[in-house]
């Protein structure tokens, strides 16, 4: 038998998918629909966010001028946020025994930033932030946003469906593989 006879071409391989067609689509249709149910029943997950001006101060010189500045860059403050620095008081305030990670992201060239609490319960997340607006002294620019952040059910059902797909076509031609090797064994 020569060696080129064995090849595969694309027309054996779409064969083999149509062939294993429902080996490939129950299973992929039931992982979507399971990944589905998941998402469904996880706790929503809320971004809680606002966006904020450190405070800033108003400085005379000589000459009477008035002269604005940032008594704490954005970028520091950001920094402190995310350390942590307020999370303690904030929970002895609002009796918490923890308080969720407060996240500050330092919006480039302005002196903002945006300040945001992932929680399930919004009504702690806002209070958390008009809390660090107390102990952190800074100006909101932008009221408090809320927006859901998880679970993201369409994504992980695109993402079972996906990868279902590519696991179950691969076993196919595991299975056909396997099956051509007997028959080669037994002839």
């Not at 080129?4 to 067609?21: A, T």
């Not at 629909?33 to 998941?38: K, S």
């Not at 997950?45 to 101060?57: F, N, Q, T, Y």
């Not at 952190?136 to 932008?142: D, M, P, R, T």
Request: some cysteine.
């Amino acid at each position: 038998m020569n060696e080129y006879e064995e090849e595969f071409v694309l027309m054996d391989y779409l064969n083999i998918i149509w062939k294993r067609k429902w080996l490939i689509l129950i299973p992929a249709i039931a992982l979507i629909f399971l990944a589905g149910i998941y998402s469904i029943l996880q706790p929503k997950m809320w971004e809680v966010s606002m966006i904020i001006l450190p405070s800033a101060c108003l400085v005379y010189d000589q000459i009477t001028d008035v002269e604005k500045f940032i008594a704490v860059p954005p970028s520091q403050m950001a920094i402190q946020i995310n350390q942590g620095s307020y999370e303690r008081l904030i929970a002895v305030e609002l009796n918490l025994a923890t308080v969720s990670s407060i996240k500050a992201k330092y919006l480039r060239g302005t002196n903002l930033l945006s300040v945001f609490v992932k929680t399930a319960d919004v009504k702690e997340g806002r209070e958390i932030l008009n809390s660090l607006s107390k102990y952190a002294h800074f100006q909101i620019v932008k009221k408090v946003e809320v927006s859901l952040v998880s679970p993201e059910i369409k994504r992980n059902m695109l993402v079972a469906g996906f990868l279902s797909l590519i696991v179950f076509t691969m076993l196919a031609f595991f299975l056909e593989y396997i099956e051509k090797q007997k028959s080669k064994s037994g002839t």
